[in-house]
């Protein structure tokens, strides 16, 4: 079946400093991949999306490469703000299915 | 717009109890999708519900049932509970279509405690 694995957390950086939060996916066919983003007390937010080999997802200054060699979505930003602290979700879905499988969430504390 | 509502925010039971769980979508949304989210995991899907009817379902007892109304909005029903049912119970609203593009909003959730 289809499976998504992150990077466990907590992830801890200094105001500024660069991020990656690793993504990789179990899944047949061709999924779409998305980032979310989750912060206290809220629902997901969606963060980005690639919906296809070699695409780029972009927002907010998070970046991810959807790579099928690798099979990896990695979520990354050049400089995080203290802002940035969230709890991170990495997930893949099918055009015509509603049904989303997440990875089991990356946390992020970034310290001024 | 004030996006997918959930209530209530919080709830507790115990086990065998049953318990209704609530959810307005977001304006123009059709499609209610449900979600369980045990803590420090990512969100399991439960099912999907559009034209009033259950659509997918994920790998979930028939305990968890659900029903969508007239007006979109919905209701998970969990019966004979367990503890192991404790999480946060997540809400997503979409359009329905075949395009994956179209993104689903997430509620806040509804936290339920299973003593």
């Known amino acids: 079946g289809n499976s998504v694995t992150q990077m466990e957390g907590p992830v801890t950086l200094s105001e500024e400093a660069f991020l990656t939060i690793n993504c990789t996916y179990t899944?047949?066919?061709?999924?779409?991949l998305f980032w979310y983003v989750q912060y206290p007390g809220e629902g997901l937010q969606l963060l980005l999306k690639a919906t296809k080999a070699d695409d780029k997802g972009s927002n907010k200054g998070f970046e991810a490469t959807y790579r099928k060699e690798t099979t990896s979505f990695h979520l990354e930003k050049g400089s995080v703000q203290v802002s940035d602290s969230a709890v991170y979700f990495c997930?893949?879905?099918?055009?015509?299915?509603?049904?989303?499988?997440f990875g089991s969430g990356t946390r992020l504390q970034v310290q001024p | 717009d004030a996006g997918v509502t959930q209530s209530p925010t919080h709830l507790i039971k115990t086990r065998g109890q049953q318990v209704t769980l609530r959810c307005s979508p977001k304006?123009?949304?059709?499609?209610v999708s449900w979600y369980q989210q045990a803590l420090g995991q990512g969100p399991q899907f439960i099912f999907q519900y559009y034209e009033e009817e259950e659509r997918q379902r994920g790998n979930f007892p028939d305990r968890f049932s659900g029903h969508q109304f007239p007006n979109y909005s919905s209701e998970l029903n969990v019966n004979a509970l367990l503890l192991g049912d404790s999480a946060l119970y997540l809400c997503a609203s979409s359009l329905r279509t075949t395009n994956l593009d179209n993104e689903q909003f997430f509620g806040p959730g509804t936290r339920l405690t299973v003593l």
């Open positions: 997930a893949l879905g099918y055009t015509g299915r509603r049904a989303l499988t």
């Open positions: 899944a047949t066919g061709y999924p779409s």
């Open positions: 304006s123009g949304h059709d499609t």
